[in-house]
């Protein structure tokens, strides 16, 4: 039960987090993620870090279709771009990562305004089917760019960070984990801005909220460099993460998958992308954990793996849109209502 | 320049150009009737192929038997989607529409890969094998064939879509459904309908494409390529669709044989590109008005 939130300034009204309560929960997750790589096994600091990469495109995607509402789907392909940089400076120029990961973020800015341009003739379906050709197109320079290695890609050394390699992901995890707080947090403020509003009205009506003076070419085009740069700096990761970068790492698919994770997250929540990717992520390896439990009884299920993953992505695409269209986020407020009603409403 | 080179590549565009056109008004149809982007066009008409497959090689039917059932399971398969996935959809934003659309592509891929393995599978041969030629040039059988049962099929389509009940009551219902219904169509049944025609059409294209290249379970991506045409020619066009299909077969077919096959989809992408900056809803599309 919650009682007595008053809310006596404006600033206690607009706080990302308006109660102790809160603060005390956000205090024990960081606690958590402090503890995690030295209690849990490699596979799931691998896993995490995974995740944490997952995390920082979608809600990069997030503010784009979430929040904007302009529907992307070449969130993966601006990945590559941010993936291919990286790259290309460790092995070329052999800058520190930060810098690299921050070039990374710009370079794929640039591209996603080049690509984001489009979206000022035309919207909705027009709109991510010019994202889907800016994709293929981004997949074709990939592999016949000599720059960016052909279809063989690029291999490249772990970063490094004073002296100490990074090549384990439990060393990673030092990286990707703080980048993408970062990330997400930047984010969530982001709406408290008058940038993000201007998104949230554009999104929500954007003749409406040209009418009221926000230039909407402005806008859209800086949706779309936020949102590019977060699949950059996530791309980065990705290469220092797997390093190896090939065109066929970044498929069309994957982007729809970023999609597919705000969807059953909930679009245009912060929550709902950091739900969403993390469930995302983790479905096809509890599948592939049951096809583990299985195989003593059914020797050729890992053959049936691959159909089934698929099959359960669609499937959770349908189902979220059909029977919970609010996503994840929206389930996770119906059990923070029921506690905070507890003995009122049972 | 080579002259009859250029000519048979052209021609073999053509007859491609000839299948994404069917498989176009296919999707045309959906549009039209219920302002859906089918995404999963491109599933269902591999679906179509190896159902074909199934009936000929697994229940061992002769191939003028399999035709029809192949068709029929479209159909089928239309109206179940339509009344359990697209229905319920009814009235939330177009985007959400697509995005259900791409999961149940998602989800035929799967079954189909459950069902049957992911190699690709060649088609039982029925389409006649002698070699035809046009004047001097050469056109692969199968090629002229399928395209000859696609400017068929197409035809039938137009017809129906002008003439026929059904047809009619698609279009009335296409251009106001308000009034559509207050006429007594049954604008649900409408729906349906097109999802119908849509899947059965899809289907047999699965079929010709299948016996031309084989089926696997990528063969989805058609229907990018088909996405691009009638984006083209415009969502809500038939005419869009016919002109979109040529001209996208076409185009790849050039780009393929003149630069290399890796630059048919970049070519046919910068196309895409080109007519959404141009001219955002297509060649013949319907320009929608914004009202506030």
Not at chain 1, 187 to 207: E, P, Q, W
Not at chain 2, 67 to 74: F, N, V
Not at chain 2, 143 to 151: E, P
């Amino acid at each position: 039960m919650r009682i007595g939130t008053i809310k006596l300034s404006y600033a206690t009204d607009e706080a990302l987090f308006d109660t102790r309560v809160q603060w005390v929960w956000l205090g024990l997750l960081a606690l958590g993620l402090m503890i995690f790589p030295f209690v849990a096994g490699p596979y799931w600091v691998y896993l995490a870090c995974l995740v944490a990469i997952n995390v920082a495109s979608a809600t990069g995607l997030n503010i784009l279709t979430g929040y904007t509402g302009l529907v992307s789907l070449g969130q993966a392909a601006f990945m590559g771009v941010g993936a291919y940089t990286v790259a290309v400076l460790e092995t070329r120029v052999g800058t520190p990562f930060f810098i690299n990961l921050l070039l990374a973020g710009g370079m794929t800015a640039a591209v996603g305004v080049v690509f984001g341009i489009p979206s000022l003739r035309v919207k909705g379906l027009y709109l991510a089917i010019a994202t889907i050709a800016a994709s293929m197109i981004l997949h074709f320079v990939f592999a016949h760019w000599p720059l960016t290695g052909g279809t063989r890609g690029l291999s490249m050394p772990p970063a490094g960070f004073l002296g100490i390699a990074l090549d384990q992901p439990q060393k990673l995890y030092w990286l990707i984990i703080p980048v993408t707080a970062l990330m997400v947090l930047g984010a969530a403020n982001l709406f408290r801005t008058r940038v993000g509003r201007a998104f949230i009205a554009v999104r929500d009506r954007d003749i409406s909220a040209e009418v009221l003076g926000i230039p909407l070419l402005q806008t859209k085009l800086t949706s779309f460099a936020l949102s590019s740069f977060y699949a950059g700096v996530a791309g980065g990761m990705w290469a220092y993460f797997f390093r190896v970068v090939t065109p066929e790492s970044f498929p069309l698919i994957n982007s729809i998958f970023y999609l597919a994770a705000i969807i059953v997250g909930g679009m245009g929540t912060i929550l709902g992308g950091i739900l969403g990717a993390t469930f995302m992520t983790l479905v096809p390896e509890i599948l592939k954990l049951v096809v583990g439990w299985i195989t003593p009884w059914m020797p050729d299920a890992l053959s049936l793996l691959a159909p089934i993953r698929t099959i359960v992505f669609g499937a959770l695409i349908v189902g979220f849109l059909i029977f919970e269209p609010q996503g994840l986020a929206e389930i996770w407020q119906r059990i923070r209502r029921f506690f905070h009603l507890w003995p009122f409403r049972t | 320049m080579d002259w009859l080179y250029l000519t048979e590549v052209a021609l073999a565009g053509l007859g491609a150009g000839a299948l994404y056109a069917l498989t176009g008004v296919a999707f045309v149809l959906i549009y039209k009737a219920t302002r859906v982007v089918n995404l999963a066009i491109g599933e269902i008409l591999m679906l179509g192929g190896y159902v074909f497959f199934g009936l000929v090689a697994g229940a061992g039917l002769s191939i003028w038997a399999a035709i029809p059932l192949t068709i029929l399971a479209g159909a089928a398969l239309g109206v179940l989607v339509e009344r359990t996935l697209i229905r319920p959809m009814l009235g939330e934003s177009p985007i959400s529409v697509f995005m259900v659309t791409i999961g149940l592509g998602s989800i035929l891929a799967g079954i189909v890969e459950l069902a049957w393995g992911a190699d690709p599978l060649r088609l039982p041969e029925f389409i006649p094998n002698t070699p035809i030629f046009l004047g001097e040039a050469y056109v692969a059988p199968k090629v002229a064939y399928g395209a000859i049962i696609a400017a068929l099929l197409i035809a039938g389509a137009v017809v129906a879509l002008r003439f026929s009940r059904g047809g009619v009551a698609l279009r009335a219902t296409a251009r106001d459904q308000g009034a559509a219904y207050s006429m007594g169509i049954d604008v649900g049944r409408v729906f349906s309908l097109s999802w119908m025609a849509a899947c059965a059409t899809a289907a047999g294209a699965g079929v010709i494409v299948g016996a031309i290249g084989g089926i696997s379970p990528t063969m989805g991506i058609f229907g990018l390529s088909v996405l691009v045409v009638v984006i083209v020619g415009g969502l809500d066009s038939v005419a869009g669709a016919l002109v979109g299909g040529l001209l996208i077969g076409l185009v790849e077919a050039l780009a393929g044989s003149f630069l290399g096959g890796e630059y048919k989809l970049l070519a046919t992408f910068s196309l895409l590109i080109l007519i959404l900056m141009i001219r955002p809803y297509g060649i013949f599309g319907t320009h929608e008005i914004e009202r506030l």
